[in-house]
């Protein structure tokens, strides 16, 4: 089955500073890769997604990018600010089969004013 | 605006007890799915539902079970808890051909 493999497991960076956190997987029948956001003491919520037909996808100070070959996927946060700092989760299934995800590890990300 | 509810936040049992967690969401989805968090180890899957009555196993199924009698409603149960399923668990939801999970508060467990 598909496994996902999560780096790193902390990271923290100055504000203002960008924050990259990495994943791979397994399965290259995966077409779907999800990103959730776990603030403390809250439920996870997606903050981006990218399709398996495209290699990058932006909104706003967040960026993913999808290397379909060497099964990476990456989330790219500039500008960070102290509402940045959370448990970010990466995740991977296919596309319609129902939904079922498998995460990653998940990257406490740490922004120092 | 989807909500999906835990019956606890906190919970507190001895070993050996029944357990039972409860998930409901109002945004009548198809598909359910019952998680545990712990530190390091993410988010694992114990069990998903496609439908009413229908379930199937995720990657630590074992010591848990669940039951889907109504679409709304999705029940985790811990037969006979021990002191290892002390955890976060996590309910989520999303509709057939959807991509986003909608997740519950999280009800922290504790057996002792």
């Known amino acids: 089955g598909e496994n996902v493999e999560q780096h790193p497991s902390t990271l923290s960076v100055q504000e203002g500073d960008s924050a990259v956190i990495k994943c791979t997987y397994s399965?290259?029948?995966?077409?779907?890769f999800p990103w959730y956001k776990q603030e403390l003491g809250k439920r996870p919520q997606l903050i981006i997604d990218?399709?398996?037909?495209?290699g990058e996808k932006k909104d706003q100070r967040i960026a993913v990018t999808l290397n379909k070959t060497a099964k990476h996927f990456s989330l790219h946060i500039t500008e960070t600010q102290p509402e940045d700092s959370a448990v970010y989760f990466c995740?991977?299934?296919?596309?319609?089969?129902?939904?079922?995800?498998?995460f990653g590890q998940g990257t406490e990300l740490s922004v120092k004013p | 605006d989807v909500k999906v509810t835990q019956s606890s936040r906190y919970l507190v049992k001895r070993t050996g007890e029944k357990v039972f967690l409860e998930c409901v969401q109002d945004?009548?989805?198809?598909?359910m799915f019952w998680y545990r968090q712990d530190p390091g180890l993410g988010l694992r899957l114990i069990y998903f539902?496609?439908?009413?009555?229908?379930?199937e196993k995720g990657d630590i199924p074992e010591g848990y079970s669940v039951s889907r009698e109504k679409k709304e409603r999705f029940s985790l149960i811990l037969e006979s808890a021990s002191t290892n399923q002390t955890s976060m668990y996590l309910c989520?939801?999303?509709?057939?051909?959807?991509?986003?999970?909608?997740f519950g508060p999280g009800t922290r467990l504790t057996v002792t």
């Open positions: 399965d290259s029948a995966s077409n779907y």
């Open positions: 990218i399709r398996s037909n495209v």
């Open positions: 989520a939801s999303t509709r057939t051909g959807g991509a986003e999970q909608y």
């Open positions: 995740a991977a299934s296919v596309y319609n089969q129902g939904g079922k995800l498998i």
């Open positions: 945004m009548d989805h198809e598909n």
């Open positions: 539902s496609y439908d009413v009555k229908m379930k």
